[in-house]
């Protein structure tokens, strides 16, 4: 079942040790249940920048993608994290095109940084949801291993449990 989820605190929040931009989801009706992960630097900038209303210069990639939809008549109509598999998160953007209704494989990332710019609703599957001062936070690669690929959002097994609700964090799934 998909859960209405919304940006907690309506910002993005950074991993007290490391700096890295952590974006946490809570539920709109449960705001003690939700998910969190690490995007890539150029993911958090993109929502960032959005969720404060700066405009760059030129456009984004996230920004020229909205432009074309908005030229073709194109909306979202929602997003949805999906699912969990092999450690990996996976999510749909969905695009109403006049009657038809097309969904996009997408990392939560994209994801949302479309629903932020399009006004578009974000969803999670229920199964996603934990209490968030119980969340497992899994741990980021360490420094010295080779980051992964931009493309690839890793979440690495869990170790340790923290309390979002206060964002003292010193690990948190990567997306």
């Not at 932020?116 to 968030?132: H, S």
């Not at 980051?147 to 340790?160: G, R």
Request: hydrophobic fraction near 45%; proline fraction near 7%; include cysteine.
């Amino acid at each position: 079942m998909e859960i209405e989820m919304r940006i907690k605190n309506g910002e993005l929040m950074a991993d007290v040790e490391t700096g890295a931009p952590i974006v946490a989801l809570e539920s709109v009706e449960d705001s003690s249940k939700g998910l969190a992960f690490y995007p890539a630097e150029p993911d958090a900038h993109s929502i960032f920048a959005e969720l404060i209303k700066i405009s760059p210069l030129r456009p984004m990639t996230h920004d020229l993608f909205k432009s074309a939809l908005d030229m073709l008549k194109v909306t979202v109509e929602k997003v949805v994290i999906t699912d969990i598999k092999n450690n990996i998160y996976h999510a749909a953007v969905f695009l109403r095109a006049g009657e038809d209704l097309i969904w996009l494989d997408s990392r939560p990332s994209d994801a949302i940084s479309m629903a932020v710019r399009c006004d578009a609703k974000i969803y999670a599957d229920d199964k996603l949801l934990v209490p968030l001062n119980k969340l497992s936070v899994p741990a980021l690669p360490a420094p010295a291993q080779k980051p992964p690929d931009e493309d690839t959002e890793i979440i690495t097994s869990a170790d340790k449990s923290a309390d979002l609700s206060k964002m003292d964090t010193k690990k948190m799934p990567r997306a």
